[in-house]
Protein backbone atom coordinates (compact mmCIF):
# COMPACT_ATOMS: atom_id res chain seq x y z
CA UNK A 1 0.00 0.00 0.00
CA UNK A 2 2.91 2.01 0.68
CA UNK A 3 4.20 1.43 -2.46
CA UNK A 4 1.00 2.46 -4.32
CA UNK A 5 0.30 5.45 -2.76
CA UNK A 6 3.37 6.84 -2.86
CA UNK A 7 3.13 7.08 -6.47
CA UNK A 8 -0.02 8.66 -7.27
CA UNK A 9 -2.19 11.99 -6.37
CA UNK A 10 -4.58 10.48 -3.90
CA UNK A 11 -6.30 13.60 -3.87
CA UNK A 12 -7.86 13.73 -7.51
CA UNK A 13 -9.93 11.22 -8.96
CA UNK A 14 -9.98 12.65 -12.86
CA UNK A 15 -6.50 11.26 -13.90
CA UNK A 16 -2.89 11.48 -12.53
CA UNK A 17 -0.57 14.61 -13.53
CA UNK A 18 -1.06 15.25 -16.81
CA UNK A 19 -2.76 12.10 -17.87
CA UNK A 20 -6.67 12.70 -17.86
CA UNK A 21 -9.64 10.75 -18.40
CA UNK A 22 -11.31 8.18 -16.37
CA UNK A 23 -8.90 5.53 -17.21
CA UNK A 24 -6.14 7.24 -15.12
CA UNK A 25 -8.24 7.75 -12.10
CA UNK A 26 -6.54 5.50 -8.94
CA UNK A 27 -8.55 2.52 -8.07
CA UNK A 28 -7.77 -0.51 -6.04
CA UNK A 29 -9.20 -3.60 -7.06
CA UNK A 30 -9.07 -6.24 -4.45
CA UNK A 31 -10.28 -9.88 -4.69
CA UNK A 32 -11.45 -11.45 -1.20
CA UNK A 33 -11.99 -9.41 1.74
CA UNK A 34 -8.90 -9.62 3.25
CA UNK A 35 -7.32 -7.45 0.59
CA UNK A 36 -10.29 -5.28 0.68
CA UNK A 37 -10.08 -4.91 4.07
CA UNK A 38 -6.33 -3.77 4.13
CA UNK A 39 -6.89 -1.01 1.31
CA UNK A 40 -9.71 0.52 3.15
CA UNK A 41 -8.18 0.48 6.73
CA UNK A 42 -4.77 2.16 4.89
CA UNK A 43 -7.05 4.68 3.42
CA UNK A 44 -8.57 5.40 6.60
CA UNK A 45 -5.08 5.45 8.67
CA UNK A 46 -4.35 8.30 5.79
CA UNK A 47 -7.75 10.09 6.74
CA UNK A 48 -7.45 10.01 10.13
CA UNK A 49 -3.73 10.94 10.26
CA UNK A 50 -4.91 13.98 8.14
CA UNK A 51 -1.92 13.71 6.28
CA UNK A 52 -3.44 13.99 3.01
CA UNK A 53 -6.22 16.90 2.22
CA UNK A 54 -8.47 14.06 0.39
CA UNK A 55 -8.45 10.46 -0.65
CA UNK A 56 -10.37 9.80 -3.96
CA UNK A 57 -8.80 6.00 -4.20
CA UNK A 58 -11.69 4.19 -5.37
CA UNK A 59 -11.40 0.32 -3.81
CA UNK A 60 -13.82 -1.57 -5.74
CA UNK A 61 -14.21 -5.41 -6.48
CA UNK A 62 -11.28 -7.09 -8.87
CA UNK A 63 -13.11 -8.18 -12.50
CA UNK A 64 -11.46 -9.66 -15.95
CA UNK A 65 -7.92 -7.99 -16.71
CA UNK A 66 -6.94 -7.25 -19.91
CA UNK A 67 -3.20 -6.68 -20.34
CA UNK A 68 -2.12 -3.33 -21.86
CA UNK A 69 -0.70 -3.62 -25.09
CA UNK A 70 3.11 -4.90 -25.05
CA UNK A 71 4.41 -1.73 -25.80
CA UNK A 72 2.91 -0.47 -23.06
CA UNK A 73 4.70 -2.97 -20.89
CA UNK A 74 7.76 -1.80 -18.97
CA UNK A 75 7.70 1.49 -20.85
CA UNK A 76 10.09 2.80 -18.09
CA UNK A 77 12.43 0.64 -18.80
CA UNK A 78 12.37 0.36 -22.22
CA UNK A 79 12.30 4.17 -22.74
CA UNK A 80 13.99 6.11 -19.69
CA UNK A 81 14.89 9.13 -21.49
CA UNK A 82 11.03 9.48 -22.88
CA UNK A 83 9.88 8.43 -19.24
CA UNK A 84 11.80 10.82 -17.44
CA UNK A 85 11.00 13.67 -19.38
CA UNK A 86 7.15 12.52 -18.97
CA UNK A 87 7.54 12.87 -14.79
CA UNK A 88 9.27 16.25 -15.16
CA UNK A 89 7.27 17.51 -17.95
CA UNK A 90 3.92 16.42 -16.03
CA UNK A 91 5.41 17.65 -12.42
CA UNK A 92 4.95 14.60 -11.59
CA UNK A 93 8.01 14.08 -9.00
CA UNK A 94 7.03 17.22 -7.41
CA UNK A 95 3.32 16.52 -6.60
CA UNK A 96 4.48 13.74 -5.35
CA UNK A 97 6.95 14.96 -2.82
CA UNK A 98 4.26 17.83 -2.17
CA UNK A 99 2.19 15.46 -1.08
CA UNK A 100 4.38 12.97 0.81
CA UNK A 101 7.42 14.12 1.89
CA UNK A 102 6.03 15.00 4.76
CA UNK A 103 4.48 11.90 5.62
CA UNK A 104 7.73 10.32 5.29
Not at 3 to 12: K, L, W
Not at 31 to 40: F, M, P
Not at 61 to 77: G, I, N
Not at 79 to 98: H, I, T, V
Request: hydrophobic share 30%.
Amino acid sequence: MDVYFHNIDPTRDDGQFCDQGMQYRPIIFYEGESQKSLAEAYKQRLIDEDKVSSILVQIVPAKTFYPAEAYHQKYYQKNPLRYRFYRYSCGRDKRLKELWDSYD
